[in-house]
């Protein structure tokens, strides 16, 4: 075949090269007819039997995971078995059997487009992915009902092959990753599908959202397929191939000595300790946080569970979500901030507030994070008390965000201590010394960073604001990203400010800005005396690398040089420098 190339979303790093199987979900071919009154009881229970045979499938596919797996994969498949249970998916076809007289596959059919439009009226693309699980369980049903069992690919040997599909289920990612397939290519779905998700939990290189990709490649084909950049080519004559077969063994043997280095301690060349963590948001962080062997979480966003929800989450919610994720990391520190809500991150409807967003003012100088939880104060009592009743599940410390002054910690401070006589009242457990620090990403709380360390015991810099509110360069306008500088002497000025106050006050002070996992940066700030990086799992391993390859006393000089320098530029060359001893 001719050389062909194909773009779509790489969601899971890594190259692979194999040849393909294509995998055909066959299709349907839905019946709709009008039941006779006399066939409706037969018909009822003809949809009950086909619901307990879904179910039963998979449970089946459930108890085949390999109990060393993520449990999040798990967890798809029980939201599966879940939506068999609801009664979207189990009552209303029946109502539609009794009321409209429609057969099963039909009722299933119009149930499952009324759903799907719901769905696509979301302007939020996450949930818009959801109706990909709606699909692919109404699919179950109709297949049982039409004693039909998928066959894709069930006869074949996948061991090696790239599966190029139209879509996959999670259940079909779980069975084809135990057949040991070398990467997935689909037409369909997006960065946060849960086919997705799972792909690049379990590893395995994947590019979604190939239009057409079925068109144009077929069975035994070779193809590469470049998870990192989203990239799938056909027909590359041998000598192409082998350079890619060179990437693939040199990428393999970086991610092996990556991977070794996840039981050695992060310690730099001349002995100094240096604590690597990982910044989490969803729960398939904290599975890539213990794989790349971090520390503990530095920094868990707890927007995700306020956004995309027309509704506030209670204080049950919240406090289960947290002990949650303070169980799975058994006993390894978890640094919980509070709701950083507004500016990039959306409100929910129902916490409209004036803001001047409406009137063309601009967000990210307005009511958001600790601004809106002070306004608040129920909504923030809520969360805090949430976090404090986690606490008594492990080691749990709360850090507040986009502090600016001192009055807005003693305000916290206060809500806080309401909040623990409130739990102490009503004989709830919870840990009475859970550090309790802020975020340092509004300049002004650099410079305050000493009087702050007062009431506060560890400080947390928070660059990707840091450098914006510095510059006065928005993070997400394009126009202005040439400002958008790290290296900035003036960033590196309030960085070292905030150091040095920690320092004096004898409280810890991490990083967990993007900043802190930019390798290129690592012996800069470890030359400016930071000691604790938190930053997204997959750069971990590469940061610790540079870590142990760090005479951290021979850089000092030379960092605290950078802080003298005029610009930008100055300090790159200095860090080229830097990275080179
Ligand atoms: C930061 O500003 O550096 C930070 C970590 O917070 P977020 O990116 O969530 O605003
Ligand atoms: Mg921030």
Same mark, same amino acid.
């Given at each position: ?82 939506? !068999? ?16 007289? #429609? ?33 692919? $369980? ?22 090696? #092959? ?18 040991? $397939? ?48 989203? @990239? ?51 729960? @398939?962080?904290?599975?890539? /946080? ?39 990391? *058994? ?13 990039? *991150? ?59 002054? @001192? ?30 620090? #802020? ?26 604001? !840091? ?44 990083? #967990? ?29 590469? $940061? ?35 990275? /080179?001893?």
């Amino acid at each position: 075949m001719a050389a062909l190339g194909l773009k779509g979303v790489g969601v899971s790093r890594g190259v692979a090269i194999g040849p393909v199987r294509v995998l055909q979900h066959n299709r349907l071919n839905i019946r709709e007819y009008t039941l006779a009154p006399s066939q409706i009881d037969d018909e009822l229970m003809r949809f009950q039997q086909a619901l307990r045979v879904a179910s039963q499938q998979l449970a089946e596919l459930r108890a085949q995971i390999p109990v060393t797996t993520s449990v999040d994969i798990a967890s798809f498949i029980d939201s599966h078995l879940l939506m !068999l249970e609801d009664s979207a998916l189990s009552q209303v076809p029946q109502q539609l059997i009794r009321e409209r007289r #429609c057969n099963a596959e039909w009722a299933l059919k119009l149930q499952r487009d009324a759903l799907v439009a719901v769905f696509d009226a979301m302007d939020d693309a996450y949930l818009r992915t959801r109706k990909d699980d709606v699909e692919h $369980v109404v699919t179950r049903i109709q297949r049982a009902l039409m004693n039909e069992r998928d066959q894709a690919g069930a006869a074949d040997d996948l061991h090696g #092959c790239i599966i190029v599909a139209d879509d996959l289920s999670p259940a079909d990612t779980v069975m084809m990753q135990h057949q040991g $397939v070398a990467a997935f290519v689909t037409e369909l779905g997006g960065p946060t599908s849960h086919t997705t998700i799972l792909a690049r939990s379990l590893g395995i290189p994947a590019v979604v959202g190939v239009q057409h990709a079925l068109r144009y490649v077929r069975h035994d084909d070779v193809l590469v397929v470049d998870g990192s950049f989203g @990239e799938v080519l056909a027909g590359l004559e041998p000598s192409a191939l082998e350079l890619f077969r060179k990437r693939q063994t040199a990428d393999r043997r970086h991610q092996a000595d990556l991977a070794k280095l996840k039981q050695l301690p992060s310690i730099s060349r001349d002995g100094l300790p240096v604590a690597l963590l990982a910044n989490a948001e969803l729960t @398939e962080d904290l599975s890539a /946080a213990k794989r790349v062997g971090a520390k503990g979480v530095g920094l868990f966003r707890t927007e995700f569970l306020f956004l995309n929800r027309s509704s506030l989450p209670d204080e049950q919610e919240q406090y289960l979500a947290y002990r949650k994720v303070v169980r799975s990391l *058994k006993g390894a520190p978890l640094t919980i901030r509070t709701l950083d809500l507004g500016a990039d *991150k959306n409100l929910p409807s129902d916490l409209r507030i004036e803001s001047g967003a409406e009137a063309g003012l601009n967000p990210a100088l307005g009511a958001r994070a600790i601004r809106l939880c002070l306004r608040d104060g129920d909504m923030f009592k809520a969360q805090l008390r949430a976090i404090l009743r986690a606490s008594a599940d492990g080691p749990v410390s709360l850090m507040l965000p986009m502090i600016a002054t @001192e009055h807005e910690v003693l305000q916290a401070l206060e809500l806080l201590d309401q909040a623990r006589q409130e739990l102490i009242a009503e004989g709830r457990a919870f840990d009475e010394s859970m550090p309790i620090g #802020c975020m340092i990403e509004v300049p002004a709380a650099a410079l305050i960073a000493d009087a702050l360390a007062r009431h506060l015991d560890f400080f947390s810099i928070g660059t990707n604001d !840091l450098i914006q509110y510095t510059m006065a360069a928005d993070r997400l306008d394009h126009a202005v990203n040439y400002l958008y500088q790290p290296l900035h002497p003036g960033v590196l000025r309030l960085i070292d400010i905030t150091l040095k106050a920690g320092r004096k006050a004898g409280i810890p002070v991490s990083m #967990c800005g993007e900043m802190a996992g930019e390798p290129r940066f690592t012996r800069l700030l470890l030359g400016l005396g930071l000691r604790e990086f938190s930053m997204q799992p997959m750069m971990l391993p590469e $940061v610790k690398r540079i870590v142990q390859s760090t005479d951290v006393a021979a850089v000092e000089r030379r960092a605290r040089r950078a802080l003298r320098a005029a610009s930008a530029g100055e300090v790159e060359r200095m860090l080229e420098r830097i990275n /080179a001893l």
